[in-house]
């Protein structure tokens, strides 16, 4: 199994350009996260979803958009990109909380964003 | 006030020593991970916790659902041991403390 798979690895972006994050992940997992790390503040939620065909907005949703057409793929796009948003981006996936014994986070290696 | 409160927020200690790390939530729960990273690396998952405790090699991890209160030992601590460790809890999205960075000196 190759678990939660983040593409691309790093990227630079100019301001006002775009792109999509990928996450994929092999574990039959309802659950799927994006996260975006910042030095001293932690891991911020930015949306995440409970299943196929279902989104929801989490801490700091401004400025990306997601979309979970397949239960496997979690998208996050950013559609005119700020500085603001360079930073550590983790996806995670789990199953169902509390429905499955000894199911932990599995999570991404990280996207390493910079927008100039 | 953040849903998730980890203390301390630094903790040096040298080698041997046995470590504490704490997390309070104010939430409803239906569960607790605690998470190791590197500087620089990803996401580990160490424990996930509804109840009780649970033990892997020198990792202990407790929770106290009536307290909202878990707690992350290190027993034996070694300079490998140095990373952020990071508490989470399950509502119905994931919800981070800011971390507890840890450093081991031989």
Redesign the interface.
């Given at each position: 199994n190759a678990g939660v798979t983040q593409t691309p690895k790093f990227r630079v972006l100019k301001t006002g350009q775009s792109m999509t994050l990928l996450c994929a992940q092999d574990m039959n997992h309802e659950y799927m996260y994006w996260y975006r790390q910042d030095p001293g503040m932690g891991l911020r939620l930015i949306h995440y979803s409970v299943g196929e065909g279902t989104t929801a907005k989490g801490e700091v949703p401004d400025g990306y958009n997601v979309s979970r057409l397949k239960k496997q793929n979690f998208l996050l796009g950013l559609e005119s990109a700020a500085p603001s948003q360079t930073s550590v981006y983790f996806c995670a996936s789990s199953h169902i909380p509390g429905q499955v014994l000894n199911s932990p986070l599995h999570f991404g290696n990280g996207t390493r964003l910079t927008v100039t | 006030k953040n849903e998730v409160e980890q203390s301390p927020q630094n903790l040096t200690a040298q080698e041997g020593e046995f470590i504490t790390i704490n997390c309070s939530y104010s939430v409803g729960i239906?569960?607790l991970?605690w998470?190791q990273q590197h500087p620089g690396g990803?996401?580990?998952?160490l424990?996930?916790l509804?109840s009780g405790k649970k033990k892997h090699g020198r990792l202990i991890a407790t929770i106290n659902i009536q307290e909202k209160h878990s707690s992350l030992h290190i027993t034996a601590s070694h300079p490998r041991d140095s990373a952020v460790y990071?508490c989470?809890v399950?509502t119905?999205?994931?919800?981070?403390?800011?971390?507890t960075r840890l450093q081991v000196f031989p």
């Open positions: - | 239906s569960a991970h998470l990803g996401i580990v998952s424990f996930m509804s990071i989470a399950n119905d999205k994931l919800i981070f403390g800011t971390g």
